[in-house]
């Protein structure tokens, strides 16, 4: 492993969503020589999910793709001296790190340190005060703890330094909060302090604008004809260069597909903002609306203005909580008279569920082609397309009614009216949502946990 | 690219000014409204209110719509409450992070300039 800290960073995204993809992290590895590596790999129902997994199966409940990143990741690591960061562990980071370990060795890369961030599970704490405010409509959180599974704190990037610290190869979280993932890596390489203000809101601004993976590089952005992105299937995953004094460059490989300009970062600068002038994170408040990018060739964007205030008194947490089932069917209908016959058809599938005993506390009724994605305004602006696909979807208290109802959308080739096609049901699944709460900072005792260190 | 487009094509819609991106946290939507230029800030400030807004996503989001300006990147900001169904992990929709939602805020058609 490189010892010496040079006076850049270089830090990169080698994923930005739980299933995103393995390939791209596999090139950025190649072509650039990186730092650091970060998988972001953690959406906010996900960890409740893996807690629920981890209460079945005690050695379970981090990310089901983490032994195949690993296994792709880790000989380019460790050939180049890259360390990774990641939030895989979920609900279980040292069972994770123990997989680390096991998946690396099965590709011949051996004795992997890693370092374990646990204790932004705060279950039985958050439990103990059902009178705490869920900043999703206001009401006591002892509305949900009947139905609670999990609550965990998005801890920040002081936790991913001292993990760093240790000088493991690895170190695998829970609920760290995205851009800290990355920024932690930026005080542990270049020894910032939460006092260094400007450079702490520096290094959450790259995390931020690197932690979608392609959203900064040309995904989620093509227009075609108006809003161009060339090679769009090659999207390179993106790295930031950070010097010491917090300067930022955010940076894809030279030569590669995708876009990266004023507008894709623009785009990402805002992507999930609230007030520009407050993004709150656990390490800093952020003040975007300074911040603007000066493009230095097709590969390279300076970043440039964001500021920051000092960290407030609380972690957000997320609440994971079950909430029944959802079921649901699709059908398509082409031809003369296609849209009656999609909403006759799901009338019937409407009756034939309360006759047969369904329960649901709502039905969502789809035309696909006319307003399943935005809606119909219902003021005969849409016009009637030659085919639609007709999607019924229905909240349910338990899993047979939610089967129920995706059987009778499948059925109606046979039962429904004239020429239905390709019916299907696409199934039930149990349902868990999420809500937030703010809760004191010493309610947390985050602690590091070493896996395969020398003694 | 799109300033060839932009002399071609000098509409009123949002389309014609600007670009957008959405996103998601709990039953609230984001959409980021970012100027082609200058011309086009100055046009979306005036018109593009949140009552506007409000009204194209009226039968999809219930509000209130906030705004925020962001100056130094063209950029106005849109807050829109109530508006994934009772969000992401709870809507029946097909659509559920409303990925597809700032496709609504280019269609508005704004007054001509």
Known sequence: MRKNHSAVCRVGTGAGMADDRVYPA??????????????????????????????KFPEHGYN??????????????????????????????????????????????????????????????????????LLDGG??????????????????????????????????????????????????HHRWSYDDLTRVAAGIMAGHLLECSVQVTGGYFADPGRKDVP????????????????RVWICKPEGSGGRLDRMTCAEQTLYEIHDPSRYITPDCVVDLCEVHFEEEGVDRVAVHGALARPRTESFKTVIGYSDGFIGSGEIAYAGINAVARARLAADVVRERFRIEGGVASEIQVDLIGIGALHGDPGDGSRPEPYEVRLRVAARCP??????????????????????GGGPVNTGARE???VNSVLIPRDWVRPEIVTVGMAA | ??????????????????????????????????????????????????????????????????????????????????????GVTRSLRIDPHGKSLSAVMLSIELPPA
């Not at chain 1, 650039?32 to 981890?54: H, M, P, S």
């Not at chain 2, 932009?6 to 949002?14: D, F, K, S």
């Open chain 2, 1 to 86: 690219m799109s300033e060839r487009l932009l002399q071609t094509y000098p509409g009123n819609r949002v389309y014609d000014l600007a670009h957008t991106r959405s996103g998601d946290k709990g039953n609230t939507s984001n959409v980021a409204v970012i100027a082609y230029d200058e011309v086009s800030w100055e046009r979306l400030r005036r018109h593009l209110t949140p009552e506007r807004v409000l009204a194209a996503y009226a039968h999809l989001a219930q509000g209130p719509v906030t705004r925020y300006e962001v100056p130094r990147l063209q950029a106005l900001n849109f807050v829109i409450e109530n508006a994934l169904a009772g």
């Open chain 1, 231 to 246: 090679r769009l299937a090659e999207t390179p995953y993106p790295y930031a260069e950070v010097t010491s004094d917090g």
């Open chain 1, 431 to 433: 349902v868990i949502a």
């Open chain 1, 398 to 419: 338990d899993r047979r009614s939610a089967e129920l109802l995706g059987d009778h959308v499948r059925q109606l080739n046979m039962q429904g009216p004239m020429a």
């Open chain 1, 139 to 188: 009401e006591p959180l002892e509305s949900l703890l009947p139905r609670m599974i999990s609550a965990n704190a998005y801890l920040g990037a002081d936790l991913v330094r001292d993990a760093l610290d240790t000088g493991a190869e690895v170190v695998v979280t829970g609920r760290v909060a995205d851009p800290s993932l990355f920024l932690g890596t930026l005080m542990h």
């Open chain 1, 26 to 55: 596999v090139k950025l590895l190649e072509q650039v020589q990186l730092d650091y590596l970060v998988c972001e790999c953690l959406a906010e129902r996900t960890i409740a999910r893996e807690n629920l997994n981890r209460r």
């Open chain 1, 64 to 133: 089901p793709m983490l032994a195949e990143r690993i296994q792709a990741m880790l000989p380019l690591c460790r050939e180049k001296g890259v360390r990774l960061v990641t939030n895989m562990g979920a609900a279980n980071p040292v069972a994770a790190a123990h997989a680390i370990r096991a998946e690396a060795e099965a590709v011949g890369v051996r004795n992997v340190s890693c370092a374990a961030v646990i204790g932004d599970d705060v279950t039985e704490r958050v439990r103990a005060h059902p009178d705490l405010r």
